[in-house]
Nanobody, 117 residues
């Protein structure tokens, strides 16, 4: 199995920046997608950004140009650099892992991001 642990969340002022980290451990497939999702109270969980093993990325329209997803050198970590944050970015952010060649996927426990003055 794969375990995901998020960190880096917190309280930040509008216009500020945060960098989220996701540390993966366990039986990690070399061919996988990883991503960040977020969920605000009373709302559905939504995709923020994804990154494939080959480095290909995709972003939600609402964060394009502001957020950047990247992998660590060993592909056992994934980061989300968030710039120009707004109150609408306030949510719990979850790391996600998906093995391409199997139905296996995993979720982290989430880290709270609050954008407020």
């Amino acid at each position: 199995q794969v375990q995901l642990v998020e960190s880096g969340g917190g309280l930040v002022q509008p216009g500020g920046s945060l960098r989220l980290s996701c540390a993966a451990s366990g039986s990690i497939s070399s061919v996988n997608d990883m991503g960040w999702y977020r969920q605000a109270p009373g709302k559905q969980r939504e995709l923020v950004a994804i990154i494939a093993s080959d480095g290909g990325t995709d972003y939600a329209d609402s964060v394009k140009g502001r957020f950047t997803i990247s992998r660590g050198y060993a592909n056992n970590t994934v980061y989300l650099q968030m710039n120009s944050l707004t109150p609408e970015d306030t949510a719990i952010y979850y790391c996600h892992y998906r093995a391409i060649a199997s139905p296996y996927n995993a979720w982290g426990q989430g880290t709270q991001v609050t954008v407020s003055s």
